[in-house]
């Protein structure tokens, strides 16, 4: 049976000691420490009760009031052992919660986690959530889980719909959409991994093809994986019709750049009970429809035309700024191509220059006054009969948000390039940076921060371990956070 004892030393100190008797010999099982006050005595005396309960195993029997921690800590009796950025994970598993990923696998939460955070390998990534942040998986449990991961697209999906409908007003009436690449490291191709245009530079390594769709404000809802040499005017509407089944949406708008319009897309999107607003490239204009933009527009700042084509409605606007890049942009190729000709050598193809014959290459007069005839002219086709030219255009340029979101997951969650070679692994490394750039866009537009900033902030503040020497135990120490975090943590709450 272990007591605390308490006995005066020599030096006028009170030592704390816990004791146990045998054979009326008192035995001094450990020595806590000696205090030089009643508080350094008091303070020892609570280290000493917890460490019998837990050397003996028995809880008292009558259970004692409930105190403060000790506040004194003998600093030679303890050792360091690091510090973790507790209030960051705390924080990003709050955001979690508030998208209604909470009931995720915790392994799926903690490598969307530190992609937001550190992106690195998915071994990497469970040593960094160790290090970090006290969180320890094992080899086994990464390989076990991650193919389970593909089947959760649809759940989250749902999920993150539901939050953009809650929190950003999202209605389903309009969503925004585009494509981009991501390439492999590797030059071996697969039916999955193909090569083909490539938005990185890439063109000599596989690839796949991500069509991503967003809200206004760039909040991530659904996505489409393509194989990598597929064009991707021809992933429009698969990812529409997957995400209209996803979310149940009889009707919506979608919102898309140029490359997606095609006589085919119309049609089905209407079939499909899709509208649209989609770029135009006004240069496959016929020389008729040219001229009648050139009629009816007038070259003055905000002005707008509509014109009647097979792919609906053709609305066009005049810009000056755009008119004055363009008009630069034009006279530095023209003075390109007529130096080129002076010169009487071989001409490589290029605008603005037209071949007569298989050898006889010619200023191409008739394209440089259609080019100046559309001088600052951007064009948009849309379905919509009965919406003002101008809300088409303030709409199509909300597509930059799409954008936006595609630099995040390529610079600051690096989802490319990828390691993998099967399939069921790329689909869960897409499906763990989906869920990060969508807790990204949720910290940026709760807060006003990039994602970035908002990571360094959370980290100034750290939790110091110390453990005694005496007890075993780990004892926490938070640091102050700063107004800033204090600011940061308030925005996060309304």
């Known amino acids: 049976m272990y007591s605390v004892r308490t006995v005066r030393t020599g030096s006028g100190a009170t030592a704390v000691q816990v004791v146990r008797y045998s054979q009326r010999k008192r035995i001094v099982v450990k020595h806590i420490g000696s205090a030089h006050g009643s508080s350094e005595l008091v303070s020892l005396e609570q280290i000493a009760r917890p460490w019998i309960e837990r050397e003996s195993g028995q809880p008292p029997l009558f259970p004692r009031e409930k105190t403060r921690p000790p506040s004194l800590i003998p600093i030679d009796k303890c050792r360091y052992l690091g510090f973790r950025y507790a209030l960051l994970y705390e924080v990003i598993h709050e955001v979690f919660r508030r998208l209604h990923l ?21 071994l990497e990534s469970l040593e960094l959530l160790s290090a970090l942040f006290g969180q320890t998986y094992r080899r086994a449990d990464l390989y076990r889980d991650l193919p389970s991961f593909v089947a959760l697209k649809g759940p989250i999906e749902r999920h993150l719909g539901n939050l953009a409908r809650a929190q950003f007003n999202f209605d389903f009436t309009m969503v925004f959409y585009d494509v981009t690449t991501l390439f492999f490291e590797s030059f071996r191709e697969d039916e999955f991994r193909r090569s083909g245009f490539s938005k990185d530079s890439k063109p000599n390594q596989p690839q796949i093809i991500i069509g991503l769709i967003v809200t206004r404000e760039g909040f991530p809802i659904s996505y489409e994986i393509f194989e990598g040499s597929r064009f991707e005017g021809h992933t429009f509407l698969p990812a529409l019709q997957r995400f209209k089944e996803t979310h149940h949406v009889d009707h919506c708008t979608v919102v898309a750049d140029a490359a997606m319009i095609s006589l085919d ?3 089905q999107l209407v079939e499909n009970n899709l509208s649209y607003i989609v770029g135009a490239r006004l240069a496959n204009l016929t020389s008729e429809q040219i001229g009648a933009i050139g009629e009816r527009l007038p070259k003055v700042e905000g002005a707008s035309t509509r014109i009647e084509t097979e792919r609906g409605h053709l609305i066009c606007d005049f810009s000056l700024r755009r008119y004055k890049k363009d008009k630069r942009e034009m006279e530095k190729q023209i003075a390109k191509a007529e130096k080129l000709l002076g010169e009487r050598q071989a001409v490589k193809r290029m605008k603005f220059i037209k071949y007569d014959g298989p050898t006889k290459p010619t200023l191409n007069r008739e394209l440089i006054e259609k080019a100046k005839m559309l001088l600052g002219v951007k064009g948009y086709y849309t379905n919509l009969s009965d919406v003002e030219n101008q809300t088409i255009i303030d709409q199509y340029h909300n597509l930059w948000h799409v954008e936006q979101a595609f630099r995040i997951a390529k610079s600051d969650l690096a989802i490319r390039p990828i390691y993998h070679f099967k399939k069921q692994a790329i689909e869960a490394h897409i499906i763990i940076c ?34 005694n020497r005496l007890t075993d135990e780990e004892i926490i120490l938070r640091s102050e956070p700063t107004v800033e975090v204090q600011q940061l943590l308030r925005s996060l709450s309304h």
């Open 434 to 467: 989906f869920i990060a750039l969508a807790v990204c866009k949720y910290l940026e537009l709760k807060i006003g921060k990039s994602t970035r900033k908002i990571i360094k902030i959370l980290k100034s503040v750290t939790d110091a371990r110390l453990q």
């Open 265 to 267: 897309n119309v049609t």
């Open 102 to 122: 909470d009931g995720l696998d915790l392994l799926l939460r903690d490598l969307a986690l530190i992609r937001v955070v550190q992106p690195a390998s998915k």
